[in-house]
Each structure stands twice: as structure tokens, then as C-alpha cells.
């Protein structure tokens, strides 16, 4: 299995980025998706997920309300739509595929900086 983020930056407060996550070596269309997120000297945690259809999402209290999470099976990849953007927000950021409490595959991370 191979996930591939992309889409990370610099981006001050306030504003958007949109993450994406390429997947190949697995059934995507049937596969539950996530991101996670590491802030320096902090644990991973969760993010969000998405279910095989799109039609279930879940997301951290942190983010609820700013993030949106989606995906494009056709595609194969799933996306992060953060807007609103916190200095709190910068982490290396991880999709993963699997259940929530235990993803079967890592992306390699994306940095997210977010400046005041």
C-alpha cells in the first residue's frame, strides 16, 4: 500500500490549503480514510475520516466546522479542505487508510505551517 500527501505549505492565519492523499495498493472504493496530525514535541492524533461512500464523516472538535474531508474514489485519493486556518494547525500531516483506531497504512506527511 502507498499513500502519497501532498498539498502542504506556509499559509498565514486565517487562510486555506487543500491536502491530498493519491492511494494505490489497496481497494480504495471500499476503504475507510483518515488524516491524522503531529505537532512538533506532540503526539499523533486524529484529524478526520471518511467512509468508503463519502456518506460518513467524522472529525476532531479542533477542527469540526473548518476542515472538510472528501474523497474521489474515481480518483483513487482523498482530500483536506482546511480553511480558517489556526497558528494551533501546524503539524506534519498524515492520511492514513483503515479504521480510525488502528490504519492498516501510513502516508509519508505533508508539513502545514501556519504563521500569526
Known amino acids: 500500500v502507498q499513500l502519497q500527501a501532498s498539498g502542504g505549505g506556509l499559509v498565514q492565519a486565517g487562510g486555506s490549503l487543500r491536502l491530498s492523499c493519491a492511494a494505490s495498493?489497496?481497494?480504495?472504493?471500499?476503504?475507510?480514510m483518515g488524516w491524522f496530525r503531529q505537532a512538533p514535541k506532540k503526539e499523533r492524533e486524529f484529524v478526520a475520516t471518511?467512509?468508503?461512500?463519502?456518506?460518513?464523516?467524522a472529525y476532531a472538535d479542533s477542527v469540526k466546522g473548518r476542515f472538510t474531508i472528501s474523497r474521489e474514489n474515481g480518483k483513487n485519493t482523498v482530500y483536506l479542505q482546511m480553511n480558517s486556518l489556526k497558528p494551533e494547525d501546524t503539524a506534519v500531516y498524515y492520511c492514513?487508510?483503515?479504521?480510525?483506531?488502528?490504519?492498516?497504512?501510513w502516508g509519508q506527511g505533508t508539513q502545514v505551517t501556519v504563521s500569526s
Open positions: 471518511i467512509n468508503w461512500s463519502g456518506g460518513n464523516t
Open positions: 495498493g489497496l481497494t480504495f472504493s471500499t476503504s475507510r
Open positions: 492514513a487508510a483503515g479504521a480510525t483506531a488502528a490504519p492498516v497504512a
